[in-house]
């Protein structure tokens, strides 16, 4: 009996990674050719199957419960051109949600490819915490819950409590926050995930504030600080022509745009709020940067990097 258990498990697990291999097989095939029919992306299930030595061959049945789960699982459309009679992914390429879907998949798809993963792939140690809180969030960020937050400063040993509507979840440089507006005062605010110690949904609900767009909150920051009675500024900042490629190909803010690019420097302006964070952004580069305008930011900087060379006198 424990014989016959173990192999039934064995081979319902074996069936899961198939069709997750199936799922992953498609949308990289439309991601290499941009559409295909049903015939090309049966061949190249074929020819995955012979690589992978797993049974990834399907029927036009299966293919469409496969299109079905692949929106609802990973969040990609995939659609029909009646016209060319082909496949193609209807998402927005620039969509921050479907980019962060693919990478999900290559992901998986390298980690099985590599066996024992630890041999031949090494991830950054250094991670935020406070991704379990994402589906208690998300779930009351949806429905509109008011939610009692326990949240912890970096520069407060105590924790304090508050009511909060939660309205988003933000990225930014690794680390996620919350961001809400707080009920005692009506302001909207971040909370670093891995900083929220634990939170309880309350009965009540909230109205979303109509007003508030939250793209259009952090349009101009970097990083999740928005000042308060402050306006963003242009930063022209002069990059060597080494570090430039970098920072073309990593841009800074989604505002970046190209001034110069030539053998001398890059050289490039954002539109852009002047915080503590980008602040220690720009310093992180070194004498590899300038910062030509504003001048309230050269002073900041200049000012810094006195402090600092003191520390070594």
């Known amino acids: 009996m424990g014989n016959f258990t173990v192999n039934i498990s064995l081979t319902f697990n074996m069936a899961k990674q198939d069709y997750i291999l199936r799922h992953m097989s498609i949308v990289r095939k439309l991601r290499k050719s941009g559409q295909a029919n049903f015939r090309e992306i049966r061949e190249y299930l074929r020819s995955e199957s012979e ?3 797993r049974p990834l061959d399907i029927s ?3 293919f469409q419960r496969d299109l079905e789960e692949i929106r609802t699982i990973y969040f990609i459309n995939i659609q029909y051109d009646f016209s ?12 921050d949600i479907y980019n962060r879907m693919l990478e999900s998949v290559d992901t998986l798809n390298a980690l099985r490819l590599a066996g024992e993963a630890g041999k031949y792939m090494f991830f950054e140690r250094r991670r935020a915490g406070g991704t379990h809180h994402f589906q208690g969030l998300l779930n009351a960020i949806r429905n509109r819950i008011v939610i009692n937050l326990v949240h912890r400063k970096f520069d407060c040993d105590e924790p304090t409590e508050r009511l909060v509507d939660p309205l988003a979840l933000k990225e930014s440089k690794g680390r996620w926050y919350l961001f809400a507006r707080d009920r005692a005062d009506h302001r909207l605010k971040t909370f670093g995930l891995d900083r929220i110690l634990g939170f309880e949904s309350t009965p009540r ?4 504030p109509a007003t508030t767009d939250v793209n259009e909150h952090f349009r101009h920051c970097f990083g999740v600080i928005n000042p308060e009675d402050a306006s963003p500024e242009e930063v022209i900042l002069s990059f060597r022509p080494e570090q430039g490629k970098y920072i073309t190909s990593y841009p800074l803010h989604d505002s970046q745009t190209v ?3 030539n053998e001398r420097e890059l050289r490039i302006r954002m539109n852009i709020y002047i915080t503590h964070d980008l602040v220690m952004e720009i310093l992180s580069y070194g004498d590899t940067v300038e910062a030509l305008t504003p001048m309230s930011l050269r002073k900041i900087l200049e000012s810094t990097f006195k402090t600092a060379l003191a520390l070594y006198k």
Do not use: N
């Open 51 to 53: 690589l992978l030595d």
């Open 205 to 208: 609900r909230f109205d979303y």
């Open 259 to 261: 001034l110069a690019d």
């Open 60 to 62: 036009i049945r299966t």
């Open 84 to 95: 060319t009679k082909a496949y193609y992914i209807a998402e927005d390429l620039h969509s």
